[in-house]
Nanobody, 115 residues
Framework: QVQLVESGGGLVQPGGSLRLSCAAS????????MGWYRQAPGKQRELVAV???????SYADSVKGRFTISRNVAKNTLYLQMNSLKPEDTAVYYC?????????WGQGTQVTVSS
């Protein structure tokens, strides 16, 4: 079993930055892939970025060039650096990990981009 705990959300002005963290209860090297999703009010949950164990990453078109996914295996933590934030980035952001055939989710962290 895996527990994922997100942190780092908050209120930020347009153009600002935030870094989200996802702490895992076990080695993230064994959780593959791991990624970030988000869900805005009234919308479906969507993939934001994903990181695989071979080191490959992919991003939603809407965040390419602004968001960066990374990880620290020693700290069992996945990150999402978000720059040049826009109001349309407002959503609850969820950490996701696939481990032994099961999808695990964190509780989510709210990101609000507003002036």
């Amino acid at each position: 079993q895996v527990q994922l705990v997100e942190s780092g959300g908050g209120l930020v002005q347009p153009g600002g930055s935030l870094r989200l963290s996802c702490a895992a209860s076990r080695s993230i090297f064994s959780i593959n892939p791991m990624g970030w999703y988000r869900q805005a009010p009234g919308k479906q949950r969507e993939l934001v970025a994903v990181y695989t164990n071979v080191g490959s990453t992919s991003y939603a078109d809407s965040v390419k060039g602004r968001f960066t996914i990374s990880r620290n295996v020693a700290k069992n933590t996945l990150y999402l650096q978000m720059n040049s934030l826009k109001p349309e980035d407002t959503a609850v952001y969820y950490c996701n990990g696939f481990y032994r055939g099961v999808d695990y989710w964190g509780q989510g962290t709210q990101v609000t981009v507003s002036s």
